[in-house]
């Protein structure tokens, strides 16, 4: 009997050591299977949200397509107003830069844009001419109009202050990043000096494709860099005249008499703004006959064959939120005739 008892004590103890084996095993199951289920919940969430961020992005660029679409129809139909009307000129009080409203997306979010005249601003690509060794009388010509411009423009900046002959040297390296030899100017660099910098580079010697180009040529400072942002424009790369009725006060500040590298002052500019706004100007010899020009018009040849009337060239600046997620684009847009060509997009997430 006692070994009965024995033998039958034996087995169930077996038998409860099996059980607590099994029992650890299937925890170890479940912790294992918890943790597959956790870390695959994690990949879901994250290729969910991937893939919804993807979806309102697609949907905000969509949106912005249709802001393009939008500006083109807008230049268009200025376009043909202006040829009923028999106008050839470009202002600030056509259709084209009037201050659009929010757009409501479908209770998605909103979208809004604006057009700019980029004949308004200073061409960049203008500096790509270098001067003549003497005009007509053999006298020397330091700077092209151009040049000249864009000297008085540097100046003109609030801050950072430019002094004229940091604006000089500026002024004749961009000319020197533009045009097609390795010969540096006066004032101005080549490749000797690009190979100097690290990572060394080499002068561009072409049209700038891009404002941002700008950050790459000697002497030019990130604060002056984004100064000038606003004012200058490197389209279209074959440079057109400066617009006289949608140029801001610091591009017309850049217009003074010929050789006179100061540029007007900021008293002078606003009032030419102001004149325009109250009475507008009729064509280019009413606003070369300004009061800001008095005792200037007569030696400002070289500056008048800067100024026109009319724009081709505009900027939209479009911006889309959709489920809370800013997006914006920016598009130059070639208006010629009825025809309206996208010269180049820009766009990314705020």
Not at 79 to 99: H, P, V
Not at 127 to 148: F, K, M, N, W
Request: net charge negative; aromatic share 8%; glycine share 6%.
């Amino acid at each position: 009997m006692h070994c009965l008892r024995s033998n039958s004590g034996a087995a169930i103890n077996a038998r409860r050591t099996q059980g607590g084996a099994a029992l650890i095993v299937a925890m170890l199951v479940f912790a294992l299977a918890t943790a597959l289920v956790v870390a695959m919940k994690g990949d879901f969430d994250r290729f969910f949200q991937r893939s919804v961020n993807l979806l309102f992005d697609e949907q905000a660029q969509a949106y912005l397509r249709g802001a393009e679409d939008l500006a083109a129809m807008v230049l268009i139909m200025d376009y043909d107003q202006d040829k009923s009307e028999g106008m050839t000129r470009d202002d600030l009080e056509e259709l084209w830069a009037e201050e659009a409203p929010d757009y409501p997306l479908d209770d998605i979010g909103w979208m809004r844009g604006s057009i700019e005249d980029l004949q308004g601003r200073f061409n960049l690509n203008a500096l790509a001419v270098r001067p003549r060794q003497a005009d007509q009388s053999g006298a020397t010509i330091a700077y092209t109009a151009a040049q000249e411009q864009f000297i008085r423009l540097l100046q003109a900046l609030e801050e950072p202050i430019v002094s004229e002959q940091e604006a000089r040297a500026i002024t004749e390296s961009v000319s020197d990043w533009l045009d097609t030899d390795t010969i540096p100017s006066a004032n101005g660099v080549e490749d000797d000096y690009y190979y100097g910098q690290t990572p060394s580079y080499r002068a561009a010697n072409r049209p700038m494709g891009s404002v941002s180009e700008l950050r790459a040529v000697a002497y030019m400072t990130p604060e002056i860099y984004e100064a000038l942002l606003p004012y200058v424009t490197v389209w279209p790369q074959t440079p057109e005249p400066i617009n006289i009725h949608t140029a801001s006060a610091m591009v017309l500040r850049t217009l003074n008499s010929d050789k006179n590298l100061s540029p007007l002052s900021a008293e002078e500019g606003q009032s030419l703004i102001e004149y325009r706004e109250e009475v507008g100007f009729k064509d280019i010899p009413d606003f070369l006959a300004n009061a800001a020009f008095e005792g200037r018009r007569e030696t400002m040849t070289g500056v008048r064959d800067e100024l026109g009337e009319s724009s081709e060239y505009f900027l939209l600046d479009a911006t889309a939120e959709v489920a809370d997620r800013n997006v914006r684009l920016y598009s130059v847009l070639h208006r010629h005739n009825r025809q309206i060509e996208t010269l180049v997009r820009a766009s990314g997430s705020l």
